[in-house]
């Protein structure tokens, strides 16, 4: 069984920095992708960034791309989303997901989902 759990998040001032973790446990191979979704109130969920475990290939939102990095600790089975430079409109709460996928990231049915953490930004 696949499984995520999502920390990290908090409260932030504008131009501050934040740390989101996706631990993930369930897989047995690298043919899978992770990808992190945000969801602000009466919005649409939004996908922000996601890797590919086969190809580490990644892809990034237009809306952060610069200020958000991916990454993966292996030995921690964990991956991460660095943001940097936040914004009041990053707010939303923030999720992990797993898709079954051999390569690549973008387009992938992501049907395993762990709990959110919320994310704010004052102005």
């Known amino acids: 069984e696949v499984q995520l759990q999502a920390s990290g998040g908090g409260l932030v001032q504008t131009g501050g920095s934040l740390r989101l973790s996706c631990e993930v446990s369930?897989?047995?191979?690298?043919?899978?992708?992770i990808g992190w979704f945000r969801q602000a109130p009466w919005k649409e969920r939004e996908e922000v960034s996601c890797?590919?475990?086969?190809?580490?290939?990644?892809y990034y939102a237009d809306s952060v791309d610069g200020r958000f990095t991916i990454s993966v600790d292996n030995s921690k089975n964990t991956v991460y989303l660095q943001m940097e430079r936040l914004k009041p409109e990053d707010t939303a709460k923030y999720f992990c997901?797993?898709?079954?996928?051999?390569?690549?990231?973008?387009?992938?049915?992501?049907?395993?989902w762990g709990r959110g953490t919320q994310v704010t930004v004052s102005s």
């Open positions: 890797i590919g475990r086969g190809d580490d290939s990644t």
């Open positions: 997901a797993a898709a079954r996928i051999r390569l690549g990231c973008r387009g992938a049915l992501y049907d395993s």
């Open positions: 369930g897989f047995t191979s690298n043919e899978h992708a």
